[in-house]
């Protein structure tokens, strides 16, 4: 199993940034790919940006060229950096790490983290 911990978010104003890190525990070695999901009020949980144990991404075309998802595989930690922050983006931010392609049934998540993009 793996253990997941969000850091990062808060209150910020239109075009601004901030960084959002997820800390993985456990069975690190079984991760295949790590996201991150955003929910905001009245919507569905939607996929942000992913990216694989291969280092490649994926990014939701809202988000394209002002996200920016990495990892460090010392510190076990997936980064997303977030800038040109708009009100829209305004969303409960969620890590999960998946081991077999189902993330959305058998990956881990993370508790999710609030952020806020308002003036």
């Known amino acids: 199993q793996v253990q997941l911990v969000e850091s990062g978010g808060g209150l910020v104003q239109p075009g601004g940034s901030l960084r959002l890190s997820c800390a993985a525990s456990?069975?690190?070695?079984?991760?295949?790919?790590m996201a991150w999901y955003r929910q905001a009020p009245g919507k569905r949980r939607e996929l942000v940006a992913a990216i694989t144990n291969g280092t490649r991404t994926t990014y939701a075309d809202s988000v394209k060229g002002r996200f920016t998802i990495s990892k460090d595989n010392v510190k076990n930690t997936v980064y997303l950096q977030m800038d040109s922050l708009k009100p829209e983006d305004t969303a409960v931010y969620y890590c999960?790490?998946?081991?077999?392609?189902?993330?959305?049934?058998?990956?881990?998540w993370g508790q999710g983290t609030q952020v806020t993009v308002s003036s």
């Open positions: 456990g069975s690190i070695s079984s991760i295949y790919v």
């Open positions: 999960n790490a998946d081991n077999d392609g189902r993330p959305w049934t058998t990956g881990s």
